[in-house]
Every structure is written in structure tokens, then in C-alpha cells.
């Protein structure tokens, strides 16, 4: 569902459009900016004969329909006719298909790589990349200002900035225990890279959920479980975690 339009460019993060006013966790779909030049999107483009500005709104309207309708990408009873009706185009489907968008079965449709940029997670990742890509312009504007501000002006500043941005921590994880306010979580994520970060962040908040694990603070917690990690000295718990993951993966093979 589309609210009153575009947030303006400079609050986003590159790549990523956000619509209406309030970002809500339902309401809205990530679309890349360079869509229309995908070699998947000129496949669909060139096998129903439409323009990049007609498929792009037929892909709006069908993903925005799956996002409502669907947790994994999967929608059982639908066929590719149905699709091709709702998109008023025959042979959408198909040609989704043979972009590898989408994959049509006897029992329904799958949207490829729906993890990826549809679910939930990805909401959040992204939601999360928009407000450390903010925090990091709010710097960036604050450090090109500073030598037009009096010294205690701004002191004064800097001391309220970073209170506020003390003040609010985000969960992460898939059990939400991992608390990390956007500056720890960007510096985190300059350290050692998003993958590195999110996999701590996943083995941080396991641990938590599986042994109970308390600490006041969050991010010197994962700081220091990734340094025993890589120390080598003996089974920590992080080894403890990963043998009690891996031992759940090998009963549900089973």
C-alpha cells in the first residue's frame, strides 16, 4: 500500500526506496533504483513486448501482492494464467520464469530470492542500513560544520547527539535479544563487515536465548566473544552454541 509518496533522496540509503511517510514493517517494499537496467527485468521487458516503465509497475504490483500474501515467497493454488490476469499481461508468468523471478509448480507459485528482499529480515536489514547510513550523514554534516561553531557550541552539540543516540538501542538477531544502538552497530559493521557483524550478532543472540547469557552491555559483549574466538584457548561459549546448533541440525535431518 502506497502512502502520500518518496521520503525525500537524501534520507535514503542508495539503492533503496521507502514510501509514505511512516515506515512501517508492512506497509512498503524495497526496490532498487537500478531495477529498470537489470538483465532480468530487460528478459521480461523484451519477451512481452512492453516498455521499462510498464513492467516495472506490473512487477510493483505483483511483488506488493506477494509481500501481503505470502512469509517465504511461496503462494499455494495460484497459477500463471491468474498471474498473467492479474498483471493484465498475458505471458508475465512465463517470462518471470525464464528470468528466474519466479517458479511456477502443480501446487502454486515460489518468488525467487524472496529472503533476500522481501521477508521480514530484509526489511529490517535494510531498515537498519537506512538509519546507520543517517547516523553517518548526521557526522559527516556535523564534522564539515564544526570549524563555523564556537568551541562550547560545539561541545555542547556533540554531547546532545551522542546522548540521544546512546538513548536508542535496536534489537537484532532472530530472537531479538541483541540490543545495539546505530552507532555501535556501524562501527561494527566498518570493523569487520556486515556478514562478519550479522553472523556475531546471530551466534550472540543464541547464546542468549539458549544459555540465558546477561551483559549491560551488548556491544562490548559481542566485541569480546569474537576476540575469544579467534584466541583459540580451549571451548568457549561461542564453541558451545555453534556444537548445540549444529547437533539441532543433524536431529532435524534425521
Same mark, same amino acid.
Given at each position: 500500500m502506497l502512502r502520500s509518496g518518496p521520503l525525500p533522496v537524501s534520507t535514503l540509503r542508495p539503492g533503496v526506496f521507502f514510501w509514505g511517510p511512516t515506515i512501517m514493517a508492512d506497509d512498503w517494499i524495497k526496490m532498487r533504483k537500478e531495477l529498470s *537496467?537489470?538483465? =532480468? %527485468? +530487460? *528478459? +521480461?521487458?523484451?519477451?512481452? !513486448? #512492453?516498455?521499462?516503465f510498464q513492467t516495472i509497475g506490473r512487477l510493483h504490483k505483483l511483488w506488493s501482492w506477494a509481500d501481503s500474501h505470502s512469509d517465504d515467497g511461496t503462494v499455494h493454488g495460484v497459477t500463471s494464467m491468474w498471474i498473467d490476469t492479474y498483471v493484465d499481461?498475458?505471458?508475465? =508468468? !512465463? =517470462?518471470?520464469? @525464464? =528470468? #528466474?523471478?519466479l517458479r511456477v509448480t502443480s501446487n502454486g507459485v515460489s518468488f525467487l530470492n524472496y529472503e533476500r528482499h522481501m521477508s521480514e529480515n530484509a526489511k529490517k536489514r535494510a531498515q537498519t542500513a537506512l538509519r546507520v547510513s543517517k547516523y553517518r550523514e548526521r557526522e559527516r554534516n556535523a564534522n564539515s560544520n564544526a570549524d563555523t561553531l564556537p568551541d562550547k557550541s560545539r561541545i555542547d552539540k556533540n554531547r546532545r547527539e551522542e546522548s540521544? +543516540? @546512546?538513548? %536508542? @538501542?535496536h534489537r537484532h538477531g532472530e530472537y531479538k535479544h541483541v540490543m545495539l544502538t546505530d552507532r555501535e552497530y556501524g562501527r561494527l559493521e566498518a570493523d569487520w563487515g556486515e556478514p562478519e557483524l550479522r553472523r556475531m550478532i546471530a551466534i550472540l543472540d543464541e547464546g542468549i536465548e539458549m544459555r540465558g547469557y546477561k551483559y549491560k552491555n551488548h556491544n562490548l559483549a559481542i566485541q569480546a566473544w569474537k576476540k575469544r574466538e579467534g584466541g583459540n584457548r580451549g571451548q568457549s561459549g561461542i564453541d558451545r552454541v555453534k556444537m548445540h546448533r549444529q547437533k539441532e541440525q543433524q536431529n532435524e535431518a534425521f
Open positions: *537496467t537489470d538483465p =532480468a %527485468v +530487460i *528478459t +521480461i521487458m523484451q519477451s512481452v !513486448s #512492453l516498455d521499462e499481461c498475458p505471458g508475465f =508468468a !512465463s =517470462a518471470m520464469e @525464464r =528470468a #528466474l523471478w540521544k +543516540i @546512546r538513548e %536508542v @538501542r
